[in-house]
């Protein structure tokens, strides 16, 4: 069997348990050297006579899976399924597989770090002192303030933790809140508005669908408190970037902290000129423990869909 393997993280030189178990099933490996996610016209050559493919961020659209008569199963390297064209896949009868949790760990520690990072304005100041400059500033601590977590799923469940760590209220909102959970770890349950109300930082742990994109706009922003820290590590379109540019300007968002953007990389974007903006490249999953669990779940589903196996993480 062919399998084409694109993530940027899973290479011949890296994660070699997982590796060495897909070598094991098939001796047909192709690989993603351009260092980046690849177009349609870059996917549909190599994709075109394979049998599986591990998938990065590419954009997998209805043409690239039309191209493909061989292509029994997708097995997304991550949790989003956003640039997958799910309907395409099941209308070709092509299994479209993710691995939910393993990189949870990384991107809520991030996520978090992201609010630290701007409630102490650590970037900024390590610059200006870099530069031989000896500022001071005032900051924010974190301790006995709200954060506002909006989806409680395994990565909002690992910001909980190291909110509270930090002596947080905590309070959620989650369009499927698991409400025995939420009361069982001390996190409070809010409507959307009322979280929105209420907490000083709030970040993001949602996917991307036609429900949530731009859930984050000019209207929500105002319903936030005035100076309020936003946090998102999940995807870029949750957040209208032109209202969230506003809001910076006015000052009704105190701080942004961004892992995900509408455009990637946001070449020219406007946030970017903020210095309480603080930006890094989609690099919430990319820590070597979770790129290895990533890595062997990925395969595993790969295989146990390639050879008629149960496989719990089809998302089609």
Not at 63 to 91: F, H, M, N, Q, W
Not at 131 to 155: P, Q
Not at 193 to 222: F, G, K, V
């Amino acid at each position: 069997m062919k399998i084409l393997v694109t993530p940027t993280s899973l290479q011949p030189d890296k994660n070699s348990k997982a590796l060495e178990r897909l070598k094991k099933f098939s001796d047909n490996l192709t690989f993603n050297n351009t260092g980046r996610p690849l177009t349609e016209e870059e996917l549909i050559p190599l994709l075109k006579d394979c049998d599986g493919y591990i998938a990065g961020l590419d954009n997998i659209t209805k043409k690239v899976i039309e191209s493909c008569p061989r292509l029994k199963v997708i097995s997304r390297y991550g949790t989003g399924t956003d640039r997958v064209d799910l309907k395409a896949a099941s209308e070709h009868h092509i299994a479209v597989t993710n691995t939910p949790g393993a990189n949870a760990e990384a991107v809520g520690e991030l996520a978090f770090g992201l609010a630290l990072s701007i409630a102490r304005k650590i970037p900024s100041l390590s610059v200006r002192t870099s530069k031989g400059e000896w500022a001071r500033s005032t900051g924010m601590e974190l301790a006995g303030k709200t954060i506002g977590i909006i989806g409680l799923g395994a990565i909002g469940r690992v910001v909980a933790r190291c909110a509270q760590g930090f002596s947080m209220k905590v309070i959620s909102y989650d369009p499927f809140m698991d409400a025995s959970y939420a009361s069982e770890h001390g996190i409070e349950v809010r409507s959307f508005e009322e979280l929105l109300s209420q907490a000083e930082i709030i970040t993001l742990h949602l996917p991307l669908t036609d429900q949530t994109r731009h859930m984050i706009n000019s209207e929500t922003i105002q319903l936030m408190k005035d100076n309020v820290i936003l946090i998102n590590a999940s995807r870029g379109g949750i957040i209208d970037e032109t209202a969230a540019c506003e809001g910076l300007k006015t000052g009704k968002i105190g701080g942004l902290g961004l892992d995900a953007f509408e455009k990637e990389p946001p070449v020219d974007s406007p946030l970017l000129a903020f210095d309480n903006v603080v930006a890094t490249p989609h690099t919430g999953a990319h820590t070597k423990e979770a790129a290895e669990n990533m890595a062997v779940l990925a395969v595993e589903n790969l295989i146990s869909v390639l050879t008629d196996q149960t496989c719990p993480y089809i998302v089609n």
